[in-house]
């Protein structure tokens, strides 16, 4: 049952507005604090956006404003080390959160969190949608949520009864994941180019925006070119500046 729902999951972009109660996000919310967290940090805080006018404006600044006004409720989920500051304060040290490691112990812990928060809230017939939008402009949305210094956002979640759902998309063969011992990259032309061909049916033939595309396309076009190269200063102005 568990298998087939992960297996199941598409990204939800149209909801039909009915709003989740406060009971109902604090218990998503309360199942997703069992995720593991590396040594128990529990580096990740959530600001749930309620306000319209909020939710409004980060629509727009995340370059996702359909999802937003559409959705049941939607959150912005982030690390946070702010809260350990204050634990180290509480036992007279000032901790070290300015590291590399710090950043990647927060962003792991964030992403277990969601991904609990996500497969609890699809077990209950809700759809959601994962927004790395909010990192286009990350200095904006900390203004208007008010996060503090060594707190930043990693990315946006909307959530809601779906309006429609997506068929789900085919992922990368096993062969191209799964390696035994050692690394091998050999058969990954092979490989690539079978995915392409079934990328290719997918995107020919699904219910809604088809289009001719393939996998490596996407990842040529995507990566071709450094992607928001703001994140570098706006986490330096966060207090991370890893030196």
């Known amino acids: 049952m568990v298998k087939e729902l992960l297996r199941n999951h598409s990204s939800v972009r149209i909801y039909d507005g009915v709003q989740l109660s406060k ?3 604090v218990d998503l919310i309360t199942t997703a604090q ?11 805080s959530v600001v749930w956006v309620t306000d319209e006018k909020k939710k409004e404006q980060l629509g727009l600044l995340s370059n996702n404003p359909r999802q ?5 409720a939607a959150f912005v989920f982030c690390v946070d080390f702010k809260r350990l500051q204050v634990a180290g304060q509480l036992e007279g040290v000032d901790i070290v959160a300015d590291s590399a490691e710090n950043v990647l112990v927060g962003v792991a812990d964030v992403g277990l969190f969601a991904q609990n928060f996500v497969v609890a809230a699809e077990s209950e017939g809700y759809g959601i949608c994962y927004i790395g939008g909010v990192r286009n402009k990350p ?5 208007l949520l008010q996060l503090p210094d060594h707190v930043f956002p990693l990315f946006g979640l909307t959530i809601g ?3 429609r759902r997506n068929e789900v998309k085919p992922r990368l063969p096993i062969s191209t994941i799964l390696h035994e011992n050692t690394y ?10 079978a995915y392409n061909k079934t990328m290719e049916t997918y995107y020919n033939s699904r219910s809604s925006n088809r289009k001719i595309d393939n996998w490596t396309k996407q990842m040529a076009d995507f990566l071709v070119e450094q ?3 703001h994140i570098k200063e ?3 102005k966060k207090g991370f500046t890893w030196q």
């Open 161 to 163: 009864v779906p309006a």
């Open 68 to 72: 937003f006004e559409t959705s049941g």
């Open 227 to 229: 992607r928001r190269p």
């Open 23 to 25: 009971d109902k996000v």
């Open 184 to 193: 091998d990259a050999s058969h990954y032309e092979e490989d690539l180019n």
């Open 139 to 143: 200095e904006e949305i900390s203004e």
């Open 34 to 44: 069992m995720a593991a967290t590396s040594h128990f940090v529990q580096a990740y």
């Open 234 to 236: 706006f986490l330096q």
